[in-house]
C-alpha cells in the first residue's frame, strides 16, 4: 500500500483520567505528550481517499473531558445539540474502510462502553483479544464500529500501545475501568484521588476537565491519595474546585 493511501491514527493515554485518544495529528500528539500524556505511537492507519473511507467525526464533552468517535453524523449532532463540541472544525478525523468490497482489504475496529466513569466512557481497539479482555471486566462490548485499511506491526504496536500498563489487556490499568469483582468495571485506583494546586489553593477530583491540559508534572501540583488528607488542605484554607466538586471531602 502507497504511504499516500492512508492516514496515520496515533493513540495515547492520560493516566489520571484512564481515557484513550485518537488524532491524526502529530503536533497535537506530540504537545500532549510534552503536556503529560503517553504516547502509544500508532494505533493503526486509515485511508485517506473519502471514495474509499466512511468519514469518522470526534467530538468532546467540555463537561466532563470525555471524547467520543462516530461516523453517524446524526448522532454527532445530537451530542453537539446537547452540549458536546465539534473536534476539527466539524471536520472528520479519519475515514473507516467501506467494508462491502471481498476485495478491500479492511482490519475492524471494536468499540467498548464503560457506564460507570465519566471520561474514558467508550475505548476502540484493534485487537480482539483487549476487546475481550475489556468484557471480561465488566466493560460492555459494542461490536465492530470503523475499519482500518492496515495495521502497524505486531512488535511496534498491535493495535495500541508499545508496552506499557494502559493496554487493558495488561494488569491493572484499562482505559478508565479495571479489573475489580462484580459486574461493575472498576477504576485502577481504588479510592478516588487528589490533585492539589498549590499556587491557587484549589483542590480537584482526579476526573476533573479542569486537569485536561494541566501540566500535573509542575512542582505546584500535589497528588493526594486519601479523602482525609485532602480534608487537611481544606482546613488550611484550601477550596474545593467549583468545576468538579471533588467526592469525598
Known amino acids: 500500500m502507497d504511504a499516500s493511501d492512508i492516514v496515520t491514527v ?21 504537545a500532549l505528550v510534552k503536556d503529560g500524556w ?16 466512511e468519514p469518522v467525526y470526534r467530538i468532546y464533552n467540555q463537561w466532563s473531558g ?7 453524523h446524526a448522532e454527532a ?9 465539534w473536534d476539527e472544525g466539524g471536520k472528520p478525523l479519519f475515514y473507516s474502510v467501506k467494508n462491502t468490497d471481498s476485495n478491500v482489504t479492511a482490519y475492524p475496529i471494536y468499540q467498548l462502553f464503560n457506564q460507570y466513569v465519566e471520561i474514558g466512557t467508550h475505548h476502540w481497539t484493534t485487537k480482539e483479544s483487549e476487546y475481550e479482555a475489556c468484557k471480561a471486566r465488566g ?6 464500529k470503523f475499519y482500518a485499511s492496515a ?7 498491535p493495535g495500541g500501545g508499545s508496552g506499557g500498563g494502559s493496554q487493558p489487556t495488561s494488569e491493572p490499568s484499562n482505559p478508565g475501568g479495571g479489573g475489580g469483582g462484580g459486574s461493575q468495571p472498576s477504576n ?6 487528589y490533585w492539589v494546586n498549590t499556587k491557587s489553593h484549589v483542590i480537584h477530583g482526579d476526573s476533573c476537565p479542569s486537569l485536561k491540559n494541566a501540566n500535573l ?6 497528588k493526594v491519595s486519601t479523602a482525609d488528607e485532602a480534608r487537611g488542605y481544606l482546613s488550611k484554607g484550601y477550596s474545593k474546585c467549583k468545576n468538579c466538586s471533588p467526592v469525598g471531602i
Open 10 to 30: 496515533l493513540r495515547l493515554y492520560n493516566e489520571w483520567t484512564g481515557e484513550h485518544l485518537f488524532t491524526t495529528d502529530q503536533a497535537e500528539y506530540d
Open 38 to 53: 503517553s504516547g502509544e505511537n500508532v494505533a493503526w492507519y486509515s485511508p485517506s481517499d473519502p471514495n474509499v473511507g
Open 66 to 72: 470525555d471524547h467520543y468517535y462516530t461516523k453517524d
Open 77 to 85: 449532532e445530537q451530542r453537539v445539540s446537547e452540549g458536546w463540541q
Open 139 to 144: 466493560w460492555n462490548g459494542e461490536n465492530v
Open 151 to 157: 495495521l502497524p506491526p505486531e512488535t511496534s504496536n
Open 188 to 193: 485502577p485506583q481504588v479510592e478516588p484521588y
Open 217 to 222: 508534572n509542575a512542582s505546584h501540583w500535589k
